[in-house]
């Protein structure tokens, strides 16, 4: 009996200590993040505390305390001081990642992006903390300044001969592509869905506007960051580089899938599909497997070839064979490009698909508007209703910018110069058609309200 009131008693003192431990974490927490609100450096000393007594309590001590640091960092008086809070926020990284594995929260990455922006270490240091993030967490890999940092090391060691082969560089550039459009398929699919709902009449709410707000400044960012990447590797990669490079590799890789395939997507890029190469490798890719990729490069191999049946045949095959809508969408437009300037109809049509697969697609808004305002002396029974094709146009304009961010300054601009093509504010008040209609009965089957300018 007096052996179980003795445990008894114990257990009850355990919880009376815990209850006491968990009162203590939970004042300090709250501490904490008042003084991040208020960018108190004193936060840093309540986040001591909780580092050393209360580590596994609640994931934002992590979350919270990471501010904490980057207000001690922001006001370190020299820069040895710094790079002691910069170091001590690498280990707050860890330490997250070690009382609450899988969080999401991108450490690792977050580890080469702190030494690169606060200057700290080195270029090697920085690269190998961004390499292992890449290689080994993968899925949090998803801010893109660490994505173009990562590869604007890379090239600059290949650059300084530093050992980095031009091939390795074709690599990490395709891969890092490859993690940009799955990062943009993610923000830009949950785009599509609040596009289709403003598109079915309804009214988004204010936290739908902001949600979108904050989707079109990231697929902006990730666009500029996949422009800055072309811009680099376009200084490395001309067609008189690349044919020969190529070539010398063909027959080791003409097995290898996945090299044939980043390969031709190169040759594609640069234009380098006239030569006899691309051609080669497609039909080499396709036989090893005729996949939506393949099929696609040899649809540019029959175009290059002049035989646009055959072209069409293959480029069709490619998007029903794609199950992701961005790549879809991108070989309709591709199609309506190619039919733009012998086929409208078609052209309009493929366009349209383009669409309705990615309603964000906003290119494909911009090439009807210019189908459109290709069109005036097609449509129209006289000079007033053949310029009142340029409003339709510059309504497609304003559609693209819409829905489409990465293209408002160029959509702006077009539908600006569309509507300064059009009847004048006194040639439609000497016309006296002041909004009424008009309907083009020639292959466009639309309409347009004269405006009351």
Known sequence: MKTKLTLLFIAAASF????QNTEACTETLSLMATSVKSKDASAYDHLTTLRKDCPSFHKSIYSQGEFAIKLKIEKAANPAEKEKYVRDLLKLYDEHDQYFPNNGA???MKKGLALFENKVGTSDEVFQLLDVAFKTDYANFKYAKAIYVYFEILVNNHKANKGIELQQVFDKYDDLTKKLDEEEEELSNEKDVLLNKE????????KENARKARLENNLDIFENVRNDMDNVILELSTCTKLIPFYQKGFEQNKTNEEWLKRATNRLEAKECDSDPLFSKMSEALYKLNPSAEAAEKLGVVEYQRKNMTK???YFNQAANLHTDNTKKANIYYKIASLYSKSNKVQSRNYARKALQVKPSYGKAYLLIASLYGSSINECGNDQFEKRAMYWLAAQYCNKAAAVDS????????DAAKYRAAAPSKTEIFQSGKAGQRIAFN?????SIVVPNL
């Open 406 to 413: 990465t293209i408002k300054a160029k959509a702006n601009n």
């Open 16 to 19: 009376f200590v815990q209850a």
């Open 442 to 446: 020639c292959w466009v089957g639309e």
């Open 199 to 206: 598109e079915a009449g309804q009214a988004l709410t204010d």
């Open 106 to 108: 991108g450490n690792k």
């Open 311 to 313: 072209a069409m045949e």
